[in-house]
């Protein structure tokens, strides 16, 4: 309750101080007072391959400057190729912020192979993904309210060769990758 307090104290001396000045009490004048968490997208890697799909770890760096838990509402993630989209989703309360420290969130993004393939097709044999990946968070932030942050990284994914594939599992999943694959547009 102490921080409820003194957070209400804080906003009541602040809105006091711009109503007594001849500054409008805007938006801006609100952001300013107002600290916000701040979220960076540190790396984008390749977590795990199967017979379907390809699966991604983006890995989120987000500041928490309260001194109280902040928990996360949803991530809304999009997953770019280009100007077309991988894959997309929602992530429903994906935990909270460590008070006044930064919280490495882990996000998993699943793609399936024939969203791939045809990326992989024009990067030929480098085997390698450009991406955009825009991230929205919603953060619940005590006597504030909601908070959204949206943040976008770009980079380039490094798959693995799809002979690595072909030279183990069992032979039904080889052939059922064969047969989602058109081996004749992949170059080993």
């Given at each position: 309750m102490a921080f409820l307090e003194q957070a209400v104290n804080f906003v009541e001396e602040k809105v006091a101080v711009i109503v007594m000045t001849p500054v409008n009490f805007?938006?801006?004048?609100?952001?300013?007072?107002?600290?916000?968490?701040?979220?960076?997208?540190?790396?984008?890697?390749?977590?795990s391959t199967s017979f379907d799909s390809v699966t991604l770890l983006a890995k989120v760096s987000v500041s928490n400057p309260y001194i109280t838990t902040i928990p996360i509402c949803e991530v809304n993630y999009i997953l770019k190729n280009a100007d077309s989209v991988m894959a997309s989703g929602k992530l429903q309360d994906p935990g909270s912020l460590t008070p006044?420290?930064?919280?490495?969130?882990?996000?998993?993004?699943?793609?399936?192979?024939?969203?791939?393939?045809?990326?992989?097709?024009?990067?030929?044999?480098?085997?390698?993904?450009?991406?955009?990946?825009?991230?929205?968070?919603?953060?619940?932030?005590?006597?504030?309210?909601?908070?959204?942050?949206?943040?976008?990284?770009?980079?380039?994914?490094?798959?693995?060769?799809?002979?690595?594939?072909?030279?183990?599992?069992?032979?039904?999943?080889?052939?059922?990758?064969?047969?989602?694959?058109?081996?004749?547009?992949?170059?080993?």
């Open positions: 805007t938006e801006e004048t609100v952001a300013i007072l107002v600290k916000k968490p701040e979220a960076t997208l540190k790396d984008v890697i390749l977590k006044m420290n930064l919280t490495l969130l882990v996000i998993e993004v699943k793609v399936p192979y024939n969203v791939v393939i045809t990326p992989l097709q024009d990067a030929s044999t480098q085997w390698a993904i450009d991406y955009e990946l825009q991230l929205c968070f919603t953060f619940d932030i005590p006597v504030i309210g909601d908070v959204t942050i949206p943040i976008t990284g770009k980079g380039e994914i490094k798959l693995p060769a799809i002979s690595k594939f072909l030279h183990c599992g069992k032979k039904e999943d080889r052939l059922v990758l064969s047969q989602k694959l058109d081996m004749r547009t992949l170059c080993f």
